[in-house]
């Protein structure tokens, strides 16, 4: 059974800098995809960033490209969410998503993946 523990998360003032974990267990990390979502209050689950488990690579969105770095440690079985110059408008509960299919069509949709973490808050406020 493939499950998803995330923490991390706190409240932060704008400009600082979070490290979210995502600790996996019941597969080893580097065969599935993983991506990062966040969702806002009254705002729909978006995707922030995926790891390919094809080749390892990893994408963002427009918004937080420059700023997040998403990575993984093998020997951890855990995907990092580093996240620098955080805004107010990176306010929002996070979560890890996981997949065990060797191709995902739209790495950024929800619906893509099939087994999530509980979630993890995260606060950017003075």
């Known amino acids: 059974q493939l499950q998803l523990v995330e923490s991390g998360g706190g409240l932060v003032q704008p400009g600082g800098s979070l490290k979210l974990a995502c600790v996996v267990s019941?597969?080893?990390?580097?065969?599935?995809?993983i991506g990062w979502f966040r969702q806002a209050p009254g705002k729909e689950r978006e995707g922030v960033a995926i790891?390919?488990?094809?080749?390892?690579?990893?994408d963002y969105i427009d918004s937080v490209q420059g700023r997040f770095t998403i990575s993984r440690e093998i020997a951890e079985n855990t995907v990092y969410l580093q996240m620098n110059s955080l805004k107010p408008e990176d306010t929002a509960v996070y979560y890890c998503?996981?997949?065990?299919?060797?191709?995902?069509?739209?790495?950024?949709?929800?619906?893509?993946?099939?087994?999530w973490g509980q979630g993890t808050q995260v606060t950017v406020s003075s």
């Open positions: 790891i390919s488990n094809a080749d390892g690579s990893s």
């Open positions: 998503a996981a997949d065990q299919r060797a191709t995902i069509l739209y790495p950024f949709s929800p619906l893509a993946y099939d087994y």
């Open positions: 019941g597969f080893n990390v580097n065969v599935l995809a």
